[in-house]
């Protein structure tokens, strides 16, 4: 046997080997990004759930109730409650900026004793 005898690897091969890892670990970062856990978390459509819990008695949200459920639903985040029945609006909390995640559902409205109109009960929530 010579000294002089060297494993050779053909320059073709060792690309095609080169290109197979690449595309492999490439393959799994696109898989592992697309399952990792969201960091953006929707905190308005919470909040509307638990403000709707709050101040529907029997289905019928009554707008005098707005100020003391805003405040009872603690939410890490500051808050603009919109409530809107026919050509009335009540409102409670700041200006919501542009951007500020929404929600909202329609709702039955008490605007006056025994008078129930349909509307909608709209949640801004930003930090």
Same mark, same amino acid.
Request: aromatic share 4%.
């Given at each position: 046997?010579?000294? #002089?005898?060297?494993?050779?690897? =053909? /320059?073709?091969?060792?690309?095609?080997?080169?290109?197979?890892?690449?595309? !492999?670990?490439?393959?799994?970062?696109? &898989?592992?990004? #697309?399952?990792?856990?969201?960091?953006?978390?929707? *905190?308005?459509? /919470?909040?509307?759930? *638990?403000?709707? =819990?709050?101040?529907?008695?029997? !289905? +019928?949200?009554?707008?005098?109730?707005?100020?003391?459920?805003?405040?009872?639903?603690? %939410?890490?985040?500051?808050?603009? %409650?919109?409530?809107?029945?026919?050509?009335?609006? @009540?409102?409670?909390?700041?200006?919501?900026? /542009?951007?500020? =995640?929404?929600? =909202? *559902?329609?709702?039955?409205?008490? &605007?006056?004793?025994? *008078?129930? #109109?349909?509307?909608?009960?709209? +949640?801004?929530? @930003?930090?």
């Amino acid at each position: 046997m010579s000294s #002089d005898a060297r494993a050779v690897a =053909e /320059p073709t091969v060792a690309l095609g080997a080169t290109l197979a890892v690449v595309l !492999g670990v490439s393959a799994y970062a696109v &898989v592992l990004a #697309d399952t990792a856990p969201s960091t953006q978390r929707d *905190r308005a459509t /919470p909040t509307l759930t *638990r403000l709707y =819990e709050r101040l529907a008695d029997g !289905g +019928v949200v009554g707008p005098d109730a707005l100020d003391t459920a805003t405040e009872a639903i603690q %939410v890490d985040a500051r808050v603009r %409650v919109t409530l809107r029945a026919a050509d009335r609006v @009540w409102r409670v909390g700041p200006a919501a900026p /542009p951007g500020a =995640e929404t929600a =909202e *559902r329609t709702v039955s409205v008490g &605007v006056a004793p025994g *008078r129930v #109109d349909p509307g909608t009960l709209r +949640v801004e929530v @930003w930090s």
